[in-house]
């Protein structure tokens, strides 16, 4: 099964910061990749699928690349809101899904 | 607006068993894939099962094979979770989310309902 890797597990930035996240999959998977914001005791938030598009209603501070095995989430300048963790996340035809363990970013 | 509601979580001792639902409004409920997606407290997001948009194939977690059974009604758009054998380690929030209908990513989800599972 794919493996997902997130890297740092905890980003401490300060507001205005240019914020960059890593995820990392254990094999080719083309662009098969999402990133949710999760805030403590709510839901995942859908911010980037196919690797880099921008789900609607997102600002545009936020901004994904990458493919085939190496990804990375860019928040371009980090604001209040933005403090949360955030997940990546694996999904195919086959709906077979694979989060990575999550990159918290908290105020330096 | 799309409206995914989680119900049947609670208190269960170990080897007992949950049934999970998930009602779901604001979309047409037939076209897409369904998923329960679990966190225990503190601890990040994982994938437990998934079922096609017609029910005819369903996906497990490992960590859920043999112990838990998705199924869905498309004429009451309803998903459903019976976990049998629970163990102390599912404890935790469950979410139902939807597929985007074609892409497979998930971009709605509901607000989740916990399980805890103790003696």
């Known amino acids: 099964d794919t493996q997902m890797t997130q890297s740092p597990s905890t980003l401490s930035a300060s507001v205005g910061d240019r914020v960059t996240i890593s995820c990392r999959a254990s094999?080719?998977?083309?662009?098969?990749l999402a990133w949710y914001q999760q805030k403590p005791g709510k839901a995942p938030k859908l911010l980037i699928y196919?690797?880099?598009n921008l789900e609607d209603g997102v600002p545009s501070r936020f901004s994904g690349s990458g493919s085939g095995t190496d990804f990375t989430l860019t928040i371009s300048s980090l604001q209040p809101d933005d403090f949360a963790t955030y997940y990546c996340?694996?999904?195919?035809?086959?709906?077979?899904?694979?989060f990575g363990q999550g990159t918290k970013v908290d105020l330096k | 607006e799309v409206q995914l509601l989680e119900s049947g979580g609670g208190l269960a001792q170990p080897g007992g068993s949950l049934r999970l639902s998930c009602d779901a409004s604001?979309?047409?409920?037939?076209?897409?894939?369904m998923i329960w997606v679990r966190q225990a407290p503190g601890k990040g997001l994982e994938w437990v099962s998934s079922?096609?948009?017609?029910?005819?194939?369903?996906y497990y977690a490992d960590s859920a094979k043999g112990r838990f059974t998705i199924s869905r009604d498309n004429s009451k758009n309803t998903m459903d979770l019976q976990m049998n054998s629970l163990r102390v380690e599912d404890t935790g929030v469950y979410y139902c989310?939807?597929?985007?209908?074609?892409?497979?990513?998930?971009?709605?989800w509901g607000r989740g309902t916990l399980v805890t599972v103790s003696s």
């Open positions: 989310g939807k597929d985007s209908s074609g892409y497979f990513y998930i971009n709605a």
């Open positions: 604001g979309f047409t409920f037939n076209l897409h894939a």
């Open positions: 079922i096609s948009s017609s029910g005819a194939a369903t």
């Open positions: 094999q080719f998977i083309a662009h098969w």
């Open positions: 196919q690797a880099s």
């Open positions: 996340q694996y999904y195919n035809s086959h709906l077979f899904y694979a």
